[in-house]
C-alpha cells in the first residue's frame, strides 16, 4: 500500500513539474512517428505468386496404403501488407505454405486446409485456402510381359516363339494408374540376326494406346529374353486316313488342302523333312462327302511359319450298276497282218459289259462311243485266246469304277489263204483235170528229157567213132 501511495506521489510530482515542457515533447514525438511512418516507412501492399504448398503427413497416408493420386505440385498466391521495411525484405523462400493431410482418408476428394507463414510483421492473405486433394487405394496386380521386336532378322531366316522370363510382372501403384497399364512391354532390337537372341531388357508399362504409364512400380524392371532365329522349308502335307465306305456307296477321291506348307524350325532338324501328315482321321460307313478341319503331326521343335487352316476332303458317290450289251457291228478288228483272215464266225453274237461305281461317273458315259477293241498285232497263222479291250470309257476306270466284261477271252483262228490263177476254169472239176493234165505233161517232158539224152548218147558215140 505504501509502494502505491509513493507511486502516485511520484507521477503527480512528475506531471507537476515542467509540464508544459513535457506535453510538447509528447506531441512532437508523435509528429516525427506519424512523419516517419508515413513518409518515411509506409504500408505498403505486395504480391507473391505460385508459393508451392507443403504436404505433411504423405507417409502416414502411405503406410496406409493410400496415395496422392494426380497433381501433387499445388500453390498459392499471396498477398501481403506491412510497412515497406517489413515487406522489401521479403523473398519467396520466407513464404510457407503447408497442408496437412492427417485426418484425411477418404478414398476420393478431399478439401484440405493451406496455412502459410512468414517470419515478419506484416498481414498475409493467400488463395485458395483450401487445396483439392485426390486419394486413391494402392492396388497390387500381375501383368503379363509382352516382347515388341523391332527390325528384322538376315535373309532367309525368321523368327521362333521367344520365351520371357519372367513372364509376368507384379505391379504397384494408384489403381486408376495400375488399372491403365495394358501389359509391360520388352523392346528387343534386331540387327540382321542370323542366330539365336539372349538379351536383358528393360520393361516399360503401357495403356492400350502403346504410350507408358507412369506412377506405378514393378516388381522387376528388367526380364531376360530368348529369341530363336530359325529356317523356313515348303514340305508336302499327307493325309493320315482310316476310312471305309457305307455298303453300295464308294470313296471316290480324298484331297488336302493345301497341299505344301511352309514351316520354320532348326536348320538341321529341317535338312531330312519333306513331308508332314495330318493327325489320323477315322471314318465308317461313310455314305456322304466331308471336309473336315485337321492337325498337322509337327515334330519337336518344328512349327508353322504362317497359321493355316489344314481341310482334308473326302468325296464319296453312291455306286450303281449299268449293263450294256455291244455287237458284232461294234467290235473293231485291229492290226492284222497282211495277207491273214480270221473267221469271224468265232466271235461272240454280242458282249455283256457291266460297270459298277459312282452315279455320276457312269451316267456320264455317252454309249454310242462304247466300243469292243481286238489287237491281233504280231499274231501268226493259227488259234489265238485274245483278250477283248473296251474303247469310250473315258478313264471311268481310274475313277473307281468296277469293269467287268463277258467274255472277258474270245479263241480266233487266223490263217492265211492261197489263190491261184487258173486259165482253163475256176471249179473244182476243173482244178482235178488241169492238176492231171500238168501230170501228164510232167510224164511227156520226162520222156523228152529221156529221148534227148539218149539222142546225146549217140551222139557222143558218133563223135567218139
Request: net charge negative.
Amino acid at each position: 500500500m505504501k509502494m502505491m501511495n509513493r507511486m502516485q506521489n511520484n507521477i503527480k510530482v512528475w506531471f507537476g513539474q515542467n509540464l508544459g515542457a513535457k506535453i510538447m515533447a509528447v506531441l512532437f514525438a508523435l509528429f516525427m512517428w506519424i512523419y516517419v511512418m508515413s513518409v518515411i516507412n509506409p504500408t505498403i501492399n505486395d504480391s507473391v505468386n505460385n508459393i508451392p504448398v507443403e504436404l505433411l503427413n504423405v507417409e502416414e497416408l502411405e503406410n496406409e496404403g493410400i496415395v496422392i493420386m494426380g497433381e501433387e505440385n499445388f500453390t498459392v498466391n499471396v498477398r501481403v501488407t506491412g510497412r515497406s521495411d517489413q515487406v522489401y525484405r521479403l523473398s519467396r523462400q520466407d513464404f510457407v505454405a503447408t497442408a496437412d493431410l492427417s485426418g484425411h482418408r477418404n478414398i476420393g476428394a478431399n478439401n484440405v486446409q493451406v496455412t502459410v507463414e512468414v517470419d515478419a510483421d506484416v498481414e498475409v492473405e493467400f488463395n485458395p485456402r483450401y487445396i483439392r486433394v485426390e486419394l486413391e487405394e494402392v492396388v497390387r496386380r500381375q501383368k503379363n510381359v509382352d516382347i515388341n521386336i523391332l527390325g528384322e532378322p538376315a535373309t532367309g531366316y525368321v523368327l521362333g516363339e521367344p520365351s520371357i522370363t519372367p513372364s509376368e510382372i507384379w505391379i504397384e501403384g494408384p489403381e486408376s494408374s495400375v488399372n491403365a497399364v495394358e501389359s509391360v512391354i520388352a523392346e528387343l532390337q534386331l540387327e540382321d540376326n542370323s542366330s539365336d537372341v539372349v538379351a536383358n531388357i528393360t520393361l516399360i508399362p503401357v495403356d492400350s494406346r502403346g504410350e507408358e504409364v507412369s506412377g506405378v512400380r514393378l516388381e522387376s524392371e528388367v526380364v531376360e529374353v530368348r529369341l530363336p532365329v530359325e529356317r523356313t522349308k515348303t514340305v508336302i502335307i499327307e493325309s493320315n486316313l482310316d476310312i471305309e465306305a457305307a455298303e453300295g456307296y464308294v470313296i471316290r477321291s480324298t484331297r488336302v488342302t493345301p497341299r505344301s506348307i511352309m514351316i520354320q524350325g532348326p536348320e538341321n532338324q529341317l535338312e531330312d523333312l519333306t513331308r508332314i501328315e495330318t493327325e489320323l482321321i477315322e471314318r465308317w460307313d461313310l455314305r456322304e462327302s466331308e471336309s473336315i478341319e485337321v492337325e498337322l503331326m509337327l515334330p519337336d521343335g518344328i512349327s508353322l511359319y504362317n497359321e493355316r487352316t489344314i481341310t482334308v476332303e473326302i468325296e464319296v458317290s453312291e455306286v450303281i450298276d449299268e449293263e450294256h450289251e455291244l455287237t458284232f457291228d461294234e467290235v473293231e478288228i485291229g492290226n492284222l497282218g497282211e495277207g491273214l483272215f480270221i473267221n469271224e464266225e468265232d466271235l461272240p453274237e454280242f458282249f455283256t459289259l457291266t460297270l459298277s461305281g459312282p452315279e455320276d461317273v457312269i451316267e456320264s458315259l455317252n454309249r454310242e462311243n462304247l466300243r469292243i477293241s481286238l489287237n491281233l498285232q504280231g499274231l501268226e497263222p493259227g488259234i489265238h485266246n485274245i483278250q477283248p479291250t473296251i474303247q469310250g470309257l473315258n478313264g471311268v476306270e481310274n475313277q473307281s469304277v468296277e469293269i467287268n466284261l463277258e467274255p472277258g477271252e474270245v479263241s480266233i483262228e487266223i490263217f492265211r489263204e492261197t489263190i491261184e490263177d487258173d486259165e482253163n476254169n475256176g471249179n473244182e472239176e476243173e482244178d482235178e483235170d488241169g492238176e492231171n493234165d500238168e501230170g501228164n505233161e510232167e510224164e511227156d517232158e520226162e520222156d523228152d528229157d529221156d529221148d534227148d539224152g539218149e539222142e546225146d548218147d549217140d551222139g557222143e558215140e558218133n563223135n567218139n567213132n
